[in-house]
């Protein structure tokens, strides 16, 4: 019985594991893309929410603009790139 739940562990654990894109390393994946995404909108939000707007028009352009140019080589059309820079002492070291 013990060894039959071992076969059937190792058959789950590797029906989880996922292929990297760019490294070809594989890796466990507890957490389905879809959920993922959900949560990491929720805490985009949040955040956004959270935060004052920037006064720095230019840093702003400039975070949008490098983003922009990372999400066109992340090679990902299917993800919706947003890029907000955030005025909040709390999230960037205490400045």
């Known amino acids: 019985m013990r060894g039959a739940r071992g076969a059937v562990l190792a ?16 890796h466990l994946v507890l957490v389905p893309q879809g959920e993922e995404r959900a949560l990491g909108e929720s805490a985009y939000r949040q955040a956004l929410a959270e935060a004052k ?10 975070v949008r603009r ?12 299917d993800f919706r ?5 955030i005025d909040d002492p709390k999230r960037s070291g205490g400045r």
């Open 81 to 85: 790139w947003e890029f907000t820079l």
């Open 53 to 62: 707007p920037p006064s720095d028009a230019a840093a702003s352009a400039m």
């Open 11 to 26: 058959v789950v654990l590797a029906s989880a594991c996922q292929t990297v894109p760019y490294t070809q390393r594989r």
């Open 66 to 77: 490098v983003g922009e140019r990372l999400a066109r080589v992340a090679d990902r059309p």
